[in-house]
């Protein structure tokens, strides 16, 4: 076998064992430990790209309000 394939079955191994011992301590599922993990994961992806395209909103929005103006015939 490849070096590749002995390195994903290395981590396949050892990497699955994490949530199973987990679940294991904790009295659940292994599968839900899982899941649990995947939601999370998507909702702090989501969470931080909901703050970057507010931040992005009120920063476009504080650009339109407040405009330098050389004179007062800019206006």
């Known amino acids: 076998m490849g070096l590749i394939t002995n390195i994903r079955h290395f981590f396949e191994k050892h990497g699955f ?3 199973s011992r987990l679940a294991d301590r904790l009295g ?3 599968t839900s430990v899982r899941l649990f993990f995947i939601y999370i994961s998507f909702f702090t992806v989501g969470l931080w ?3 970057y395209l ?3 909103f ?3 929005l504080k650009d ?3 405009t330098k103006r050389s004179s ?3 206006l």
């Open 49 to 51: 790209f909901g703050v």
């Open 28 to 30: 659940m599922r292994t």
């Open 72 to 74: 007062v015939f800019d």
């Open 58 to 60: 009120l920063f476009r």
């Open 54 to 56: 507010t931040l992005a």
């Open 64 to 66: 339109k309000v407040y």
């Open 17 to 19: 064992e994490v949530s």
